[in-house]
């Protein structure tokens, strides 16, 4: 199941080349009528929840790509890492 404003923006659909992926974040690639490509999973999280962060990772929530609905989108967030601190050597 495709959510129908998925359908309307593309003209087909490639399957993912690799399903080494966890099933929770693996998707089709949608190829949309501009010329351009985005996975399905993420148009979905954008029309969810707004324009994503860096840190925001869009997951199905029962692991099932095929179920490609605005009910099984959730997000998480990359946990905060703050950078690695500089030690500066006495000379």
């Known amino acids: 199941m495709t959510e129908e404003f998925v359908l ?9 080349l690799s399903r080494s992926h966890p099933p929770h974040t693996i998707s089709r690639i949608a190829l949309l009528k501009d010329g351009t490509t985005r996975p399905v999973l ?3 999280a954008e029309r969810k929840f ?10 199905w929530i ?6 490609e609905t ?5 997000l998480a967030q990359k946990p905060y890492a703050p950078p690695p601190r500089r030690v500066r050597k006495a000379s």
């Open 8 to 16: 309307e923006l593309a003209e087909g659909f490639l399957e993912p």
């Open 42 to 44: 993420r148009l979905l």
């Open 50 to 59: 707004g324009p994503l962060s860096r840190d925001a990772l869009p997951f």
């Open 62 to 67: 029962d692991g099932d790509p095929n179920n």
């Open 70 to 74: 605005l009910a099984n989108v959730a």
